[in-house]
């Protein structure tokens, strides 16, 4: 099996960082993983296509966003909520498949979380340009639940705020294969991504790929 590193990919594979009291980044976390991680998410793409969202204001959104689980967040006219059913295909969101969940678990443990089981993991899809503005994630319903975020492909930096739109905002590069968990006193953090540099990398071409698995319900 492929160890899923690819030239440019985080110099810092193996070490970890506390962003926050209970915010952590793992960096490289996900590599060993990779080779399966990658045909699981282009099945679950095939059935549930990215595609860009309108925020509750009438905007398209930059990212492509799509999901499994038995939950996936959706945006349109009348605001942000999960679903157990995709609205462009009318069927279920594709399943979690195990390789995601036990990576979930096994990340979110490290960081303080343990028995984390998402039932939701929302897919994003950045290309050169685009962007995710500063926002914090309050639709799930239990906010003692983690969140973890899982990072391939082309290179990102993360804005990482505090508890207040207006706090100071830190500037976190994240890189394939890098995994960040995040819960507790920092579940409410502002968040949100500077728009993504044009760039190659050998397995998603020039797109980077973001998965952040919730518990929802
Ligand atoms: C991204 N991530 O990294 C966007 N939200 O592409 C998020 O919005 C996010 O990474 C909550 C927790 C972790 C995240
Ligand atoms: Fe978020």
């Given at each position: 099996m492929s160890h899923g590193l690819f030239e440019g990919d985080t110099p810092l594979a193996g070490t970890r960082s506390w962003l926050g009291e209970q915010a952590l980044l793992l960096r490289g976390f996900a590599l060993p993983r990779v080779a399966v991680l990658w045909p699981a998410l282009q099945a679950v793409l095939a059935q549930a296509p990215p595609r860009h969202m309108l925020t509750p204001g009438g905007q398209r959104m930059s990212v492509a966003l799509s999901n499994c689980g038995a939950l996936g967040w959706v945006s349109d006219g009348r605001g942000y909520r999960y679903t157990p059913i995709d609205p462009d295909s009318g069927?279920?969101?594709p399943a979690l498949p195990h390789a995601f969940v036990d990576l979930a678990r096994t990340a979110a443990a490290e960081a303080g979380f343990e028995g984390f089981v998402p039932d939701a993991c929302l897919i994003n899809r950045y290309r050169p340009g685009t962007r995710l503005s500063l926002h914090q994630d309050?639709?799930?319903?239990?906010?003692?639940q983690p969140i973890v975020s899982v990072s391939l492909g082309v290179p990102a930096t993360f804005l990482w705020g505090g508890r207040r739109r207006a706090d100071r905002v830190e500037r976190v590069p994240l890189f394939h294969g890098d995994v960040l968990v995040w819960g507790g006193v920092d579940r409410l953090r502002f968040h949100g991504v500077a728009p993504v540099r044009a760039a190659a990398h050998?397995?998603?071409?020039d797109e980077r790929i973001n998965f952040t698995f919730r518990r929802a319900a």
């Open positions: 069927q279920a969101w309050r639709d799930e319903r239990d906010f003692s050998a397995l998603t071409s």
